[in-house]
Nanobody, 124 residues
Framework: QVQLVESGGGLVQAGASLRLSCAAS????????MGWFRQAPGKEREFVAA????????DYAEPVKGRFTISRDNAKNTVYLQMNSLKPEDTAVYYC?????????????????WGQGTQVTVSS
């Protein structure tokens, strides 16, 4: 089992920045992909970003490209999501996810473990 704990969410004004963190613990494998997804009220969960074990491969959803940056610290088993220039449409619950296969993908169903989520609210 792998446990994921997100932190860093909050209420901010449009244009502000937030950094989300997700710490993994338990039976993490030697290499794994970490991803971020989000779900807004009344909408389906959507992919935000993902990063390979080495950090050499990253992928971003179009709405966040150029504004969000995913990174990781493997010594701490932690992945980060730096969110800049936040917009009201970024308001959602953000979830981190763990994928044992070290291949970056956007499909949530292929991720093995999920965190509880952290709320991000951006006011206009």
């Amino acid at each position: 089992q792998v446990q994921l704990v997100e932190s860093g969410g909050g209420l901010v004004q449009a244009g502000a920045s937030l950094r989300l963190s997700c710490a993994a613990s338990g039976r993490t494998s030697s290499t794994y992909v970490m991803g971020w997804f989000r779900q807004a009220p009344g909408k389906e969960r959507e992919f935000v970003a993902a990063i390979s074990w080495s950090g050499g491969v990253t992928d971003y959803a179009e709405p966040v490209k150029g504004r969000f940056t995913i990174s990781r610290d493997n010594a701490k088993n932690t992945v980060y999501l730096q969110m800049n220039s936040l917009k009201p449409e970024d308001t959602a619950v953000y979830y981190c996810a763990f994928r044992r296969q070290n291949i970056v993908v956007r499909i949530g169903a292929t991720y093995d473990y999920w965190g509880q989520g952290t709320q991000v609210t951006v006011s206009s």
